[in-house]
């Protein structure tokens, strides 16, 4: 899960440097988010996303189409991508649904295709956006895009999974509240053949929790917000009893100069592509997970999740897409060494140990310690 920027906001990330920053956090397989300028929300507006990014990516990549008020019939001439995704709330870029019947026509009339849902209820958003007007200091952030408007998006967008059968993938959960609705729904549709339902969880909310604001402010200003240690307890036991299944980093570049503005100027996002396999290694070396566990969190199940074809596993017949970890490996995460365009992280100052140290795609060795000019990625077939 991430934001490269191309089209419309080179200026933040673009392929080349985007694709670097994967390769060098161990990342073999990408899947864009369509809030560019334009969005992606045409089978056209696809096609030519398609032709820009062809050769120009270190790793693998496939795209997602946006939801609109009005292009379900456009999505379905369109072919070859990741999921349709659906602002439930609004984000970053100007997608959005927040139409109650737009919505569960895309539920009703795409029940084969992954739904990917940013779930975040907007009216719920809107109305305490209003009651901190006056405030400026970003910590606000996680008052206003609270667990509860998150939880009410999750709620609805699993009614409608329930209704029309659909393969829905909550993207990103953040708060204790979503993950037990969601852990409940996966209990009471275990019979069924097969749960379509999943979820994944990023980084940043693994990580990092509203006490940071008053350092960082607006750097980690990102939708949906951070929360407290115990949501942050609650997504780690998630991950535990796998009510989530796979790890995203959503890497989401923006500029110094635009996270320096005021909170309510101040775009959401924070980069994450190159950190995520270290930080993940990291937990491992502290005994909060296996490396089993990072496996299937990162490759297994989200190769599976998205049908991804010939990927996810070491296996003969799969494509050879390698990640070398050095799990003793010790280093300090510096901003100086991220090679997103934006420059910054974070994760700044963190010590971690286990790092990528070698990556492969299709075969190709395009990083080992330094990113070489190889672009070997190649559009994924779902
Ligand atoms: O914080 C976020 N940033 N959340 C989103 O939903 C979009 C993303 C972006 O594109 O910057
Ligand atoms: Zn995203």
Redesign the pocket.
């Known amino acids: 899960h991430v934001?490269f920027r191309a089209p419309g906001q080179e200026y933040k990330e673009d392929w080349n440097t985007g694709s670097a920053a994967a390769v060098a956090g161990g990342v073999t397989t990408v899947l864009d988010?369509p809030?560019n300028n334009p969005p992606i929300v045409s089978v056209k507006a696809l096609e030519k996303k398609r032709k820009l990014v062809a050769g120009t990516s270190r790793v693998n990549f496939g795209f997602f189409i946006g939801a609109t008020s009005d292009n379900a019939e456009e999505i379905k001439k369109a072919k070859g991508f990741a999921g349709i995704k659906i602002?439930m709330g609004a984000?970053?870029?100007d997608l959005l649904v927040d139409k109650r019947d737009t919505l569960e026509k895309f539920f009703k009339e795409f029940p084969e295709t992954v739904i990917a849902v940013?779930a975040e209820d907007n009216v719920c958003i809107n109305q305490a956006a209003g009651q901190y007007k006056r405030l400026h200091d970003p910590e606000i952030h996680s008052k206003i895009r609270s667990a509860e408007c998150a939880y009410e998006a999750v709620r609805a967008a699993l009614h409608l999974a329930k209704k029309y059968g659909n393969r829905l993938h909550v993207c990103h959960v953040s708060s204790g509240v979503e993950v037990e609705e969601i852990r409940k729904f996966k209990i009471a549709n275990a019979t069924e053949h097969d749960v379509r339902v999943s979820c994944e969880v990023t980084p940043h909310h693994l990580f990092l929790t509203t006490d940071l604001y008053g350092v960082m402010g607006n750097f980690v200003?990102?939708?949906?917000p951070l929360r407290e240690k115990s949501d942050v307890a609650a997504l780690w036991k998630a991950l535990e009893d796998r009510t989530i299944d796979i790890i995203a980093t959503?890497h989401?570049p923006?500029t110094r100069e635009e996270k320096g503005e005021d909170y309510w100027k101040a775009?959401?996002?924070?980069p994450g592509v190159q950190t995520s396999l270290p930080l993940m290694c990291d937990a491992v070396n502290r005994g909060e997970m296996n490396l089993t566990e990072v496996v299937k969190y990162m490759c297994v199940r989200p190769a599976e999740i998205f049908s991804m074809k010939r990927k996810g596993k070491i296996e003969k017949g799969y494509d050879a897409d390698f990640t070398v970890v050095d799990m003793d490996l010790m280093k300090e995460v510096r901003d100086e060494d991220q090679l997103t365009k934006v420059g910054w992280t974070p994760y700044k100052g963190k010590k971690l140990k286990g790092w990528p140290v070698m990556t492969f795609v299709g075969g190709v060795l395009v990083y080992d310690g330094t990113v070489k000019d190889e672009f070997a990625g190649r559009e994924v077939r779902f």
Not at 267 to 270: A, F, Q, T, W
Request: charged share 10%; proline share 11%; net charge neutral.
């Open positions: 934001h988010m809030n602002y984000s970053t870029g940013h200003k990102v939708n949906p959503d989401a923006h775009p959401s996002g924070v």
